[in-house]
């Protein structure tokens, strides 16, 4: 079964310090990932896709992520967090083919320090 | 609007009532999702429509959830004879187009409380 594995609950990190979020994928042939955030009692906005060529995606909010098929991941950069990115975190895929559904990571919960 | 719409924002009713919740998608979105998230999870998947036809309903947890989009634009899921599982936020998303690559575009959910 497909599925996406967060290993972080909970990240804390400081004001202007980096930050690395996981995310690996369980499924045989390259999924299309994404990342989403949300904040509390709202929906969820897309920080970046990831379909096909060059592994490292450029988002919103100056986020990044790289996929690496070797190692079935897609994690997600930045390198300076803001108060303001202070919240929870999901990482997604839909499989290729006929699939339209994303299936979801159980997310990571940031909490940013001043 | 510019966004997705849902509404109520927030739904309480007691078990074993009925509870209709509304999505207005993207204007021109041909797909459109519903997903359940629990408390502390992430969301998981109930039914898809593509236009007017609900092309998956596997996620759909019983026979109780039912959900309709008869002119290819606004969504209704219906949950009858609610119980307390139940409980939980409902996101409807949609997206431009058809293919498996498509950003899906969220709205800000339905809390839904059962007592």
């Known amino acids: 079964a497909q599925s996406v594995t967060q290993p972080d609950i909970h990240i804390t990190v400081s004001e202007g310090a980096s930050l690395e979020l996981r995310c690996n994928y369980s499924?045989?042939?390259?999924?299309?990932l994404f990342w989403y955030v949300q904040s509390p009692g709202q929906g969820l906005q897309l920080l970046l896709k990831y379909f096909s060529g060059d592994t490292l995606v450029q988002g919103i909010k100056g986020f990044e992520a790289e996929f690496k098929r070797s190692q079935s991941s897609f994690n997600l950069r930045k390198p300076s967090v803001h108060w303001s990115d202070a919240a929870e975190y999901f990482c997604?895929?839909?499989?290729?083919?006929?699939?339209?559904?994303?299936?979801f990571g159980s997310g990571t919960q940031l909490t940013v320090l001043p | 609007g510019a966004g997705v719409s849902q509404s109520p924002r927030y739904k309480v009713a007691k078990r074993g009532q009925d509870v209709a919740l509304r999505c207005d998608p993207i204007s021109g979105h041909v797909s459109l999702f519903w997903y359940q998230q629990a408390l502390g999870q992430g969301p998981e998947f109930l039914t898809y429509f593509q236009n007017e036809a609900q092309l998956d309903k596997s996620g759909l947890p019983s026979d109780r959830f039912f959900a309709e989009r008869p002119e290819g634009s606004v969504s209704t899921l219906k949950i009858q004879r609610t119980q307390q599982e139940d409980s939980a936020v409902y996101l409807c998303?949609?997206?431009?187009?058809?293919?498996?690559?498509?950003?899906?575009?969220f709205g800000d959910g339905t809390r839904l409380s059962i007592l």
């Open positions: 499924y045989g042939a390259t999924p299309y």
């Open positions: 998303a949609s997206s431009l187009r058809q293919g498996n690559n498509q950003p899906q575009h």
């Open positions: 997604a895929v839909v499989r290729s083919g006929s699939a339209r559904q994303l299936t």
